[in-house]
């Protein structure tokens, strides 16, 4: 029903920032729950932000607090995942996902989401 398109990855220095795009097509996403998380080689999935519909609400995985910042604008269907102060362990694939509810029971969960995009990569040297 949607398809999601993660684009601004690449290399950058530690330190550095990068900020990820996602843009969403086939429908609006006005009423979706967004999300990004990641996956380093040699690990699962994890979480890393998710911002309800209108904004209202952000929470992000403890290892990226106070560096990422995650917004949306509605009116271009794209979601926004701002990086900063890099660091190598970020490097990883980063996805967008999203879910057309908006119940914050299992928010930070894989399996709460139904679109997932196919994946930027992030890749910081030290």
């Known amino acids: 029903q949607v398809q999601l398109v993660e684009s601004g990855g690449g290399l950058v220095q530690a330190g550095g920032s990068l900020r990820l795009s996602c843009a969403a097509s086939?429908?609006?996403?006005?009423?979706?729950?967004m999300a990004w998380f990641r996956q380093a080689p040699g690990k699962e999935r994890e979480f890393v932000s998710v911002?309800?519909?209108?904004?209202?609400?952000?929470y992000y995985a403890d290892s990226v607090k106070g560096r990422f910042t995650i917004s949306r604008d509605n009116a271009k269907n794209t979601v926004y995942l701002q990086m900063n102060s890099l660091k190598p362990e970020d490097t990883a694939v980063y996805y967008c996902?999203?879910?057309?509810?908006?119940?914050?029971?299992?928010?930070?969960?894989?399996?709460?989401?139904?679109?997932w995009g196919q994946g930027t990569q992030v890749t910081v040297s030290s």
């Open positions: 996902a999203g879910a057309a509810r908006q119940g914050s029971i299992g928010r930070i969960s894989r399996s709460y989401y139904d679109y």
């Open positions: 086939g429908r609006t996403i006005t009423t979706y729950t």
């Open positions: 911002i309800t519909w209108n904004s209202g609400y952000t």
